[in-house]
């Protein structure tokens, strides 16, 4: 490898993030989107039977957020939870099973889409419920702090749940005792398949940390960069004991609230709205930045979008050979009165 490629930090090209890091957070990015353009073709072809949210367009968000994070800090997801699943280091052939049912998936064939858990990789769990994992979030970070660990937690959560008395609860029991917890709220202007506009009398959410004495910041949620210093900033603001953060991330969906589709045939978006996001591709504005500073060449992006597709179509055949989970485990792993 060329030694302007594990240079530790990227000095001579102005970028004040180590070029390691930002070749992971690349890879991490080309990773989910890879992913996720497979399962939509998967579903399409009724090989994927559970519904799957996907998370297409907001590759950034997440990647952003979890490479500022360390193994022992923990994230909170949503219905959405690839991305974030990924991002934080899970397995593609965990979650390629999980998706078809079986038991080698992250939760056993349990979950499906919208209920993967990892705790492994700091990942405890994902609810479909809107705003579900938010106080679950905080009570981690509460956890956190009675135990005396410097450890972080973060819940991803989308516009929606800004609609949540659950939400507003959150903010100020988090702010009241200065929790380390990061709420990040991707708000990709729609609320299932309504604009927030429509749902939300203010819909500056990153004001809404101010009635909770909490700092609210908004950025582009399409620039990795901007959303991996914003998060590094909170974060290690949070583990000094400073309290926690609301970062609003602006970005996109580019299909549908669920499935395969760009719901562009339902009347709720218009085409030149999803040109204009495409054109604000995430992955394709990082991979110029790279480029254009050498710090990958035009062969290796080449070589990782094969490697990328080689480990997600092994994925695929893990998952179809691997088991469904046997009946006789059914009431196990739950819980009983």
Excluded at 164 to 180: H, T
Aim: aromatic share 8%; net charge neutral; proline share 4%.
């Amino acid at each position: 490898m060329n030694k302007k490629h594990t240079n530790p930090r990227s000095t001579k090209t102005g970028i004040d993030i180590p070029v390691t890091i930002l070749r992971a957070m690349y890879m991490a990015m080309l990773k989910i989107r890879q992913l996720e353009e497979r399962v939509a073709e998967l579903v399409s072809q009724g090989e994927i039977l559970c519904p799957c949210h996907l998370y297409i367009g907001e590759e950034a968000v997440a990647t952003g957020i979890c490479s500022a994070l360390r193994k022992d800090d923990n994230v909170f997801s949503t219905h959405r939870s690839h991305g974030h699943y990924i991002a934080k280091g899970g397995d593609v052939k965990a979650l390629m099973a999980e998706l078809y049912g079986k038991a080698t998936g992250c939760s056993k064939g349990r979950g499906g889409s919208m209920h993967l858990a990892s705790p492994d990789v700091g990942l405890p769990g994902s609810s479909a419920i809107v705003a579900g994992t938010i106080p679950l979030a905080v009570g981690v970070a509460l956890a956190f702090s009675m135990q005396k660990r410097d450890s972080a937690s973060v819940v991803f959560f989308s516009d929606g749940a800004a609609n949540e008395g659950v939400f507003y609860e959150s903010l100020n029991f988090a702010s009241l005792k200065k929790l380390p917890v990061i709420f990040v709220c991707e708000n990709n202007l729609y609320s299932t398949h309504m604009p927030i506009s429509a749902c939300l009398a203010n819909t500056d959410i990153y004001k809404k940390g101010d009635a909770f004495n909490m700092p609210g910041i908004r950025i582009d949620g399409n620039n990795v960069l901007e959303v991996f210093r914003t998060a590094k900033r909170a974060i290690e603001d949070a583990r000094c004991g400073k309290g926690p953060a609301l970062i609003e991330c602006m970005t996109y969906r580019w299909r549908g609230h669920v499935g395969p589709s760009d719901d562009l045939d339902k009347g709720l978006r218009s085409k030149e709205e999803l040109d204009y996001w495409i054109s604000k591709c995430p992955i394709k504005t990082l991979e110029e930045l790279l480029l254009n500073h050498n710090i990958i060449s035009e062969s290796e992006k080449i070589q990782i979008y094969k490697s990328t597709e080689k480990e997600i179509e092994e994925a695929i055949i893990f998952a179809k050979g691997s088991p469904y989970p046997d009946q006789s485990e059914l009431l196990s792993n739950v819980f009983k009165a």
